[in-house]
């Protein structure tokens, strides 16, 4: 079967609470909902991490938003104000989450979502003096 | 009212005050600023430690001074949690505000009584199973120091009650994020506290709110290069009706977006279970939320049930955790990932050797894998799978005194002239003294034993 980075399937956002970090992905469409469903287990976001996150994953389904939400304890480093981290509130997390790879089936197998396009940022950077 | 307006001006502590005048242009009922979140908790602890006077959101005055004119008009009211650990100086600061701007005759009340230092001891005393970590359930006696801020997050209906009683502005201290937002909803709908699903409907409302730009397209993961004017992201607003339909729009003149997708972002954004999120004035079920498209950057949510809200507030306390020190060195291609990480080596030999103690450090190799850590695949033998044009070493770490955590940096700065080459101290910092760290402890309290000490303090200014 085809492998995937989730990346390609699903947009991401990551947050926190005390030394609790959540990250949500989100699918597109029913399809790639249930694909994420049955793939996307917490037992599998718990190895993705490793040792970046030392407690349980928990995982919730948000199917009116075609969502699921890891619940990842003991993953900050004993949380935003005390954590050495750089990223002390966890936010890259959902960035971190969406490179794990998935099997899809043959009819997904070309997905991608779009790259970013950035001529308005050149138009703004080019025009500065720059050294 | 048929329909109330409110809006989000205020993400955190530190947002942008500018962002405020494309709302009340609009024309916004209420005006609800939200500044308090678990780590702004702790900075203000440590401004307070230095100054009792602080432990507000010293912004607050700058986002008056934009909203007092729409205020003295009756056009809009304010309500904010600003109050942070301090809400009696900022109410202070308020006061000030208008007059400086000759503005009397407004009625600002502040919400006081979240505060749960003083009695934490006795409490514990009457029983000792009280304030167990809400994560680990470890018993309070193992807190490592003692706390040093106790706020327990109140719901909505103090500032209701402050409504009520004619205030223009209220401030708050540690009210839930979200309940900033149900206040004015349930009180202009009338809404009964046990009316759990509107008081849910106005929970997601809020919910989407509280972060301002994080639902209209900020920290957006879908297509963020293309949203209109990504310069000028706009701040959220809902046109909520009686029966707890709600619209989430924004200003027409800012760029940004409001969609389905923006906002179902921000939905689960610091959420757990979904379906049961503890606000203290309901359980919302964010699962039963519709979400509709509308024309023009418009969304339509229906449909938000809820159930009784429990008998407990949630209650952060604060305590001293030791002090934190760090710095930055940049190295450059050939073999930069491997420089930097002999120069950690070489740092952490150097500090044993000066017998300066740290009780835990932090490696970082910023462009290998400081973020993305052991997601990030390796090579067999751990190495990075390319070899980076460049790789800047952070170092973090943490000792048990002021002292000690700021010579454990001076141990890096021979290392300009005596270690492996081309770092370039430049590209980071290494100069700068320790910070103070404080570990959080969330639990719960009793909403009977809180709610006896809150009270509403209304002031005419004059």
Redesign the interface.
Known sequence: MPRLPLRELCGYRAGDKADIANVAIFADDDDTYALIVREVTAERVKAHFGAMVRGRVDRYEAPNVRALNFVMHDALGGGGPRTLRADNLGKTLGGALVRLEIEVPESMAQRRRARPELAWADEILNRLPQT | MTTVTIAGGQGFYGDTPTAVDALLAEGIDYLCLEAL???TL??LQKDRQRDETRGYARDLPAYLSRALPFVADGRTKVITNAGGINPAAATRAAAETARAMGITGIKIATVLGDDMLTRLDALHTERTDAFAH??TAASLSSIPSPPLLAAAYLGARPIADALAQGADIVITGRVADASLFLAPLAYEHGWSWDDWDRLAAGIVVGHLLECSGQSLGG????????LPH?WDLPYPIARVDADGTAVITKPASSGGRVS??TL????????????RYMSPDVVAD??????EDLEGDQVRITGVRGTPATDTYKLLL?YH?GW?G?ARVAFSWPDAYEKAKATAAILAKRVEMAGLEVA???F?YWGVD???????PRADDGAPLHEPPECVL?V???CDDQRTAGMVGRELVPLTLSAPPAGMTGAGGGGRGATE??????TLVEKQIVDAQVRVSIEEVR
């Open positions: 979140a678990e780590l702790a900075i809400l994560d920290n957006y993961s879908g297509d963020w290069w293309a990504p389905t997708d179902r972002h921000q939905l689960l954004y610091e959420v757990h279970d979904p379906a964010f699962t039963s939320a519709r979400f604060a955790a934190a760090e835990e450090w932090r970082e400081a973020l993305g850590g052991p997601t990030v952070r973090a770490w943490r760290l404080l570990g959080i402890w969330p």
